[in-house]
């Protein structure tokens, strides 16, 4: 698959801070069972923490990218970064579209899954990782699409322990 020639995919950069926390807060309330913060938490975050998180996506072995449309907004995201407890696997985070930018037909979320897989594949890693909201049927119809199947393994969700965050894995041998 690749990404149709209406939108880029781009790296985020240690200086895109406001884009990042402008399409942060728009994630936050378009979707906030799919992330472990609040719409008000990140709000009051100040340009430290924002400068912070371009710092951190930026690092040899984490990747932020974006989706941008013909006009130059940003209208998805993808990041990535290592595993804490398993070797060789990746961890795929902050997945999102904007509602108006969603669709099979319109390939956003496909093209930057392949940019992130490829790089992935690139750094030698045997598997993509990610948790999913049990409540979020879509996100895993899109990921069980791709390849990802459930590990079997659940973590209580952050900000609501009686919600679950199931796993799902790819492996890219």
Same mark, same amino acid.
């Given at each position: *698959?690749? *990404?149709? &020639?209406?939108? +880029?995919?781009?790296?985020?950069? $240690?200086? %895109?801070?406001?884009?990042? #926390?402008?399409?942060?807060?728009?994630?936050?309330?378009?979707?906030?069972?799919?992330?472990?913060?609040?719409?008000?938490?990140?709000? +009051?975050?100040?340009?430290?923490?924002? +400068?912070?998180?371009? =710092?951190?996506?930026?690092?040899? %072995? #984490? @990747?932020? @990218?974006?989706?941008?449309?013909?006009?130059?907004?940003?209208?998805?995201?993808?990041?990535?970064?290592?595993?804490?407890?398993?070797? $060789?696997?990746? =961890?795929?985070? /902050?997945?999102?579209?904007?509602?108006?930018? $969603?669709?099979?037909?319109?390939?956003?979320?496909? /093209? @930057?899954? %392949?940019?992130? @897989?490829?790089?992935? $594949?690139?750094?030698?890693? /045997?598997? *993509?990782?990610?948790?999913?909201?049990?409540?979020?049927? #879509?996100?895993?119809?899109?990921?069980?699409?791709? /390849?990802?199947?459930?590990?079997?393994?659940? &973590?209580?969700?952050?900000? %609501?322990?009686?919600? #679950?965050?199931?796993?799902?894995?790819?492996?890219?041998?």
């Amino acid at each position: *698959m690749s *990404m149709p &020639t209406e939108y +880029r995919v781009e790296r985020i950069g $240690r200086a %895109d801070w406001q884009r990042l #926390r402008a399409v942060r807060l728009a994630q936050l309330l378009d979707t906030p069972l799919a992330f472990g913060e609040t719409h008000e938490a990140a709000g +009051r975050h100040g340009e430290g923490e924002w +400068r912070a998180r371009c =710092d951190w996506l930026n690092e040899p %072995d #984490r @990747l932020g @990218l974006v989706a941008v449309d013909a006009a130059g907004e940003w209208v998805g995201t993808m990041l990535s970064a290592p595993n804490r407890t398993q070797a $060789r696997a990746l =961890d795929l985070i /902050g997945v999102w579209v904007d509602p108006s930018h $969603r669709g099979r037909g319109r390939g956003v979320a496909d /093209g @930057l899954l %392949d940019a992130v @897989l490829a790089w992935a $594949r690139v750094r030698g890693a /045997g598997r *993509m990782l990610l948790g999913v909201h049990e409540a979020n049927p #879509r996100a895993a119809a899109f990921y069980r699409r791709r /390849g990802f199947a459930y590990t079997g393994e659940s &973590t209580p969700y952050v900000l %609501d322990a009686s919600a #679950r965050i199931l796993e799902m894995a790819l492996p890219l041998g």
